[in-house]
Nanobody, 124 residues
Framework: QVHIEESGGGLVQAGGSLRLSCVAS????????IGWFRQAPGKEREFVAA????????YYIDSLKGRFTIGRVDDKNTVYLQMDSLEPEDTAVYYC?????????????????WGQGTQVTVSS
């Protein structure tokens, strides 16, 4: 079992920045990818970015590349999502999740362990 906990959401003006954190605990040796997803009201959950647990290789949805950065902090069990130049369209609940399957790093169904989500609201 892997436990995931996110933090760092909040309200920010357009053009601002936020940094989300995701702490993984438990059987972290089972993790293949850590991913960030988001879900806006009335929309499906959308892949944002992922990081390969063993190598720190990163993956992004093309539309967010350059504004969002995923990485790991020194303790290695914490993954962050740095979000810059935020737009009102970025408003959503952001979820961190762990994928133990080694495939489909952008598919929500392949992620078995999810955090509770953190709200990000960008005002215009």
């Amino acid at each position: 079992q892997v436990h995931i906990e996110e933090s760092g959401g909040g309200l920010v003006q357009a053009g601002g920045s936020l940094r989300l954190s995701c702490v993984a605990s438990g059987r972290t040796f089972n993790i293949f990818y850590i991913g960030w997803f988001r879900q806006a009201p009335g929309k499906e959950r959308e892949f944002v970015a992922a990081i390969r647990w063993s190598s720190d290789y990163t993956y992004y949805i093309d539309s967010l590349k350059g504004r969002f950065t995923i990485g790991r902090v020194d303790d290695k069990n914490t993954v962050y999502l740095q979000m810059d130049s935020l737009e009102p369209e970025d408003t959503a609940v952001y979820y961190c999740a762990a994928n133990p399957n080694g495939v489909d790093w952008n598919v929500p169904a392949k992620y078995e362990y999810w955090g509770q989500g953190t709200q990000v609201t960008v005002s215009s």
